[in-house]
């Protein structure tokens, strides 16, 4: 009898750790994509532009971000500079080549918590490339609603988007700013 007891008190203390894990876990936030702005910028003063087409999947507790996950994708067709005919180029071999590789994706591998907010580190995956990145981010919190504002530096040569540059001219900065409701 003893043993039975022993035996039911364990495995009922697994399952109520695995529901307060599963809880954490499923911090689930929804994207207000339509509502979200996605820029970049070359600080060589050349270019600048929006991203759209966001689809994401965001999982985050701010309590305990190392449980939490990003995964994020948005479509390069919707690059907008302001100048069709570049935009119309961008999309070619020579830049992202959309007509073989339609989407950029991120999937975070880790967040965790920084000095000034959180950092998701994961993999940017562009054109035909995959390099691990850094996103520092803050993230806004009002009871079911919130706001993740971040950037990221990369360079487009990375990724086989236009030519690497030894000074740097193909450096992009790319801002993040995504609202957020509590599912």
Do not use: C
């Not at 039975?4 to 936030?29: D, P």
């Not at 999947?57 to 005919?85: E, L, R, Y």
């Not at 992009?172 to 409701?181: A, D, K, N």
């Amino acid at each position: 009898m003893k043993i039975r007891s022993i035996i039911t008190i364990t495995i009922a203390g697994f399952i109520a750790t695995g529901l307060v894990a599963f809880k954490v876990i499923n911090s689930e936030w929804k994207a207000t994509t339509e509502n979200a702005h996605i820029t970049f910028t070359m600080p060589n003063g050349k270019h600048s532009g929006t991203i759209s087409g966001l689809e994401t999947t965001i999982n985050f507790d701010p309590m305990d971000p190392k449980f939490g996950s990003i995964k994020a994708t948005v479509k390069v067709p919707t690059i907008n500079t302001g100048t069709p005919q570049l935009d119309n180029h961008l999309q070619t071999a020579d830049f992202f080549d959309a007509a073989n590789h339609p989407v950029v994706t991120f999937t975070s591998d880790s967040i965790s918590r920084n000095d000034s907010g959180f950092v998701a580190i994961g993999k940017l995956a562009m054109r035909d490339s995959i390099h691990t990145v850094r996103i520092p981010f803050v993230f806004a919190d009002k009871e079911k609603t919130a706001m993740i504002k971040g950037s990221l530096d990369i360079f487009a040569g990375d990724y086989g988007v236009g030519k690497k540059s030894e000074k740097g001219s193909d450096r992009v900065v790319v801002s993040i700013e995504v609202p957020l409701t509590k599912e």
